[in-house]
Nanobody
Framework: QVQLVESGGGLVQTGGSLRLSCAAS????????MGWFRQAPGKEREFVAF????????YYTDSVKGRFTISRDNAKNTVYLQMNSLKPEDTAVYYC??????????????????WGQGTQVTVSS
């Protein structure tokens, strides 16, 4: 089992920045790929970014490329999502998730076994 707890959400104006954190406990954090997803009101949960375990290769959905950065600190069992140049359309509940190493399609929420409770991000116009 892996327990995930997100923090760092809040209210920010357009163009502002936030850094989300996801603290993991339980089984070895460094043995999982990590991802961030988000869900806006009335919409389905969507992929935002992932970072692989060993080589730390990252990938982003097109709408956040150049603005968001995912990173991980295995010593602290924490994954981060630095969000810059925020837009109102980034408003959503953001979730971190952990996927077993055998999973390849890390853009699909079904690849992830463990989820945090989510943190609200609201960007005002």
């Amino acid at each position: 089992q892996v327990q995930l707890v997100e923090s760092g959400g809040g209210l920010v104006q357009t163009g502002g920045s936030l850094r989300l954190s996801c603290a993991a406990s339980g089984r070895t954090f460094s043995s999982y790929h990590m991802g961030w997803f988000r869900q806006a009101p009335g919409k389905e949960r969507e992929f935002v970014a992932f970072i692989r375990w060993r080589d730390e290769v990252t990938y982003y959905t097109d709408s956040v490329k150049g603005r968001f950065t995912i990173s991980r600190d295995n010593a602290k069992n924490t994954v981060y999502l630095q969000m810059n140049s925020l837009k109102p359309e980034d408003t959503a509940v953001y979730y971190c998730a952990a996927a077993p190493l055998a999973k390849a399609n890390l853009g699909n929420s079904r690849s992830y076994d463990y989820w945090g409770q989510g943190t609200q991000v609201t960007v005002s116009s």
